[in-house]
């Protein structure tokens, strides 16, 4: 109860508490931070303003973190600007299409298991099979291994990522500790991130890397932080110079299992969750795959991204314009992204499963500055567009192979109080489409 009120009351009730402003202050206990509630404000902190608001919480000054420290995530400032221009190259459109090919190797092997699941008319722990076939992505897409663990439950790098990314009552306290204890009280305690499983990736890393450099190239995203830092080190090249240490690399190949991960499968999940509890949904999604594959012969890179549908089912994105506030330097700023995206002021039925609102033609009734799946502005998330290759990949391949409906018995959704997750895994039934025809 204590974590509900904690989270849920701190941002949730104080937002819908403080209807008619734009903004409220709340103490998280000892800190003193603004919620914002006004869309406009939060384009104007998160964009127009950004320079002001650019920093993110600074974590642990402890030596045992200084890997863990170095992830875009948690670095500021002129650091952050030069490692995110070096690692902005790595996720555009070009190297998708180049990693198209590693990712849709790892779909297959997911349509193959739950082909299996159906022969063994087994309920499927969603969840679980997707941070598999996401586990295996990554693992092939960020560290050049081939870990399988879609067909080996066993499998060390999954079973490490789930850890990492698990939340335990430790977990839980280190967060509140930091979210609510002075960085001096902190650094006192000396809570420390670096956990084992964050351990275990980190040496994976630095073994891998070790490997690149005796010659070894898998066109993955470890090879090209290794050739952008190649690039930085040329005096030719047009680009300002940023270098860069083995650390750095490091650190952002583990972020991507610790932002990547979850995040990803977790989406899925809640994606298939609905499509089950939809059927007309699915069928919709299931013709606009079959008209792709009838006029391009394939699923490619271009035409999942591009699929009207399938993009609302998974979302919907936007930009711009603000309103006037002032803080002292240093004081946190809280957008209440859950609170803003269920607001009956910027959404018809905020509670319904409505991937219509996102299509195209009704993107003007998304107020922006209300959508913030990814974040918003220079720092959203890097991984948004190779997230979505994924993710929406993976589904297509899915929808086009099997009819998945709620299991009998797991109708509901539970979600956790303290991050955006189901608190059970989600099981669903699929069926084979093969086996009507
Ligand atoms: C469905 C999956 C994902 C969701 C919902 C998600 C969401 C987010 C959000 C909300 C932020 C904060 C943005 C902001 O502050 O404005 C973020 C940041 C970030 N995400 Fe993702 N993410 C996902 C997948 C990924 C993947 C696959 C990667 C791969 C590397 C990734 C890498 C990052 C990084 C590096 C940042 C920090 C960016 C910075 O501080 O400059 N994310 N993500």
Redesign the pocket.
Known sequence: MLFKYMLMFLFTQTYHENEGNNFVGAYEIFKPSLIVRDPGLVKRI?IQDFDHFSE?RTISNSKKDECFRE?????NGSH?KGV?SI?SPT?TSGRMRQMYHLVEEKADALIERLQRHCQEKSFVKTKTIYARYVMDV?GTC?FGIECNSINNEEEEFCKKASELNAISARGILRGIALLTLPNSVLNAIGISFTTPPFLFFQRVVEETIKNREMGVKRGD?LDLLLEQREEQSNSNTKTPKYPIKDSTIVA?SV??LI???D??A??MAFVSYYLARNPHLQHRLRQELRDIVEEHGTLTYQTIMEAPFLDAIFSGDEQLPGTDVILKKGQHVT?P?WSLQNDPRYWTNPDQFLPDRFLPENNHNVISGTY?????????????R???M??KLALAKVILKFEMSLAPGHEELKLSVVAMKPTDDIMLVFKSLEDEQ
């Open positions: 998160m993110r992830m875009l995530f948690l670095i952050w995110r690692m996720f990554i960020a995203f952002q972020l991507f932002v990547g991960h995040t990803t977790g989406t957008v992204v913030l799946p990814f974040g918003l502005g220079p720092r959203n998330c890097i991984g948004m190779f997230a979505f994924e993710a």
